[in-house]
C-alpha cells in the first residue's frame, strides 16, 4: 500500500504530458477517435474509454485513482455533489419496498423521509452507539444500513467492524459517509463497510472553493453503479472542479493534523469554561465514546459541537454575534474557522428545546491562540 504523501503528490503523475509537473485540465466534453475500429470499440467498452466527459475524463479519472487510494477503494466515481454521492450510494442498494436502518442524526433525513417513500422505501432509525440496534431493526426486506461516524451535530459514533459483520451476516449492504474523519483519519472500507461517500467540498477539496462528492468501494460495485445510477442520471463532475480538487489534496496530510490540534486546544478550552454545560467531540478523553473512537480513529477533524449552559436564544445570538474570527456561515471543511448555531434554522418562538443551546463550530487551521481568545471574549457577553 502505498504511502499518503505518495498518493498525494505523485500517483498518476509519473508521466504528465510535456513533462508538466501539475496535471493539465482536459476541459473537454468529447474525445475523438482516429479510426471506424477503435471508435467502435471505445462505444462498446465506454465506462473503460474517453469517450464523453458525462462518463470518463482524464483529469477527473487523476483525481478519482488518488481518492480511491487514500480510502483503501479499488475504485471512485467523483460526482457534482456530496449529497449525489450519498444519493447515488444508496440507491443503488436498493428497489422498491426495500427497507433502510440509518442512524438517526444523519444528514440524508431528507431522503430517508420524503423522497425514497414515493417507492415504498421504508427507513427504520436507530441511535446506533450499540451495534445491537441495527441486528434488532433487521426485516425480512432490509437491504441497507446507513452509517455515518460521527454523526452531524451529535458525533455519536458506530462500531463500524460489528456493524459491517452483522450486515455482511444478513447479506445487507453498507454505506458509511466519512467526510466528518476523511481517509487520513479513518478508513471504513478495512473494517468491512462497503461502499464510502464523501462530501468532497469538505476536508478534501478544502479551501471552500468547490462543491463535489465521491462515491468508493470495490470495483465490481462501482462498475454497477456508473452503468445503473452514475451514467442514466448524469450528476457529472466537471474537469475543473476535479483538478482543484487535485489541487487541494496536496496539503491534505499537512491541514488535518493542524485542524485535529486546533480542535482538541478548543474543544478543551470549553469543556473548562463555566458558561459551557458540555462538548461533544470524540477525541476529547471524556467523551462518552473515546474508547471507541481511539479504536477506529487515527484523529479528529475540526468539527464538533457544545451547549451552553444557558438556554436563552438571547445568550446565542450574542455570543454568535460577538465572534470575530469564526465566521457565521454553513458548511465546513475548508481552512476557516466557522459557527453555526442549531437553532438558526428556526423562528425564535419554534426552536426544538434540545437544539437551543447547541452551537457547532469548525476549528480551521488559524493560530488556535487567536481562536480560543475569540471564544473568550464571546462567551464573556452570555449571561447565563
Not at 84 to 100: P, Q, R, V
Not at 117 to 134: A, I, K, L, N
Not at 271 to 278: A, I, L, M, S, W
Request: with cysteine; charged share 20%; glycine share 6%.
Amino acid at each position: 500500500m502505498r504511502e499518503i504523501s505518495d498518493i498525494l503528490l505523485h500517483m498518476g503523475e509519473e508521466d504528465l504530458p510535456n513533462h508538466a509537473v501539475s496535471p493539465p485540465i482536459f476541459q473537454s466534453s468529447i474525445f475523438c477517435f482516429p479510426t471506424y475500429e477503435e471508435f467502435q470499440a471505445a462505444l462498446a467498452d465506454e465506462p473503460s474509454h474517453y469517450l464523453y466527459s458525462r462518463g470518463n475524463n482524464p483529469t477527473v479519472n487523476l483525481c478519482e485513482e488518488k481518492l480511491a487510494a487514500l480510502e483503501h477503494a479499488e475504485s471512485a466515481k467523483l460526482v457534482s455533489s456530496g449529497v449525489a454521492a450519498a444519493f447515488l450510494a444508496i440507491s443503488s442498494c436498493l428497489k422498491g419496498h426495500d427497507h433502510i436502518v440509518a442512524v438517526r442524526d444523519c444528514y440524508m433525513r431528507y431522503f430517508f423521509d420524503v423522497y425514497f417513500p414515493r417507492y415504498g422505501v421504508e427507513t427504520t432509525y436507530v441511535d446506533g452507539t450499540d451495534s445491537q440496534e441495527f441486528e434488532q431493526a433487521i426485516k425480512k426486506n432490509t437491504r441497507l444500513f446507513y452509517l455515518e461516524s460521527p454523526t452531524t451535530f451529535t458525533f455519536k459514533l458506530q462500531n463500524l467492524k460489528e456493524v459491517a459483520a452483522i450486515a455482511k451476516a444478513h447479506q445487507i449492504r453498507t454505506v458509511i459517509d466519512n467526510s466528518w474523519a476523511t481517509p487520513f483519519f479513518q478508513n471504513p472500507i478495512d473494517y468491512g463497510i462497503d461502499l464510502v461517500v464523501h462530501s468532497a467540498s469538505k476536508y478534501l477539496g478544502g479551501n471552500s472553493d468547490v462543491i463535489a462528492g465521491v462515491i468508493m468501494g470495490d470495483k465490481a460495485v462501482m462498475d454497477r453503479l456508473f452503468e445503473t445510477e452514475f451514467h442514466p442520471v448524469g450528476p457529472v463532475p466537471d474537469p475543473f472542479m476535479a483538478w482543484l480538487i487535485l489541487r487541494n489534496l496536496r496539503t491534505l496530510a499537512i491541514r488535518m493534523p493542524v485542524h485535529y490540534a486546533n480542535a482538541l486546544a478548543v474543544a478543551t478550552f470549553l469543556e473548562n469554561h463555566p458558561k459551557v454545560e458540555t462538548v461533544l467531540y470524540p477525541l476529547l478523553p471524556s467523551y462518552s465514546q473515546h474508547a471507541l473512537a481511539m479504536t477506529q480513529l487515527r484523529g479528529g477533524s475540526g468539527l464538533f459541537s457544545f451547549r451552553l449552559k444557558s438556554h436563552d436564544i438571547g445568550d446565542v445570538k450574542c455570543f454568535t454575534n460577538r465572534l470575530r474570527y469564526f465566521k457565521r456561515a454553513v458548511s465546513w471543511g475548508g481552512y476557516e474557522s466557522l459557527v453555526f448555531p442549531a437553532g438558526v434554522k428556526f423562528p425564535d418562538d419554534q426552536v426544538p428545546p434540545d437544539r437551543v443551546n447547541l452551537i457547532r463550530l469548525h476549528v480551521g487551521i488559524e493560530e488556535k491562540d487567536l481562536l480560543i481568545a475569540d471564544l473568550e471574549q464571546a462567551l464573556d457577553g452570555v449571561k447565563g
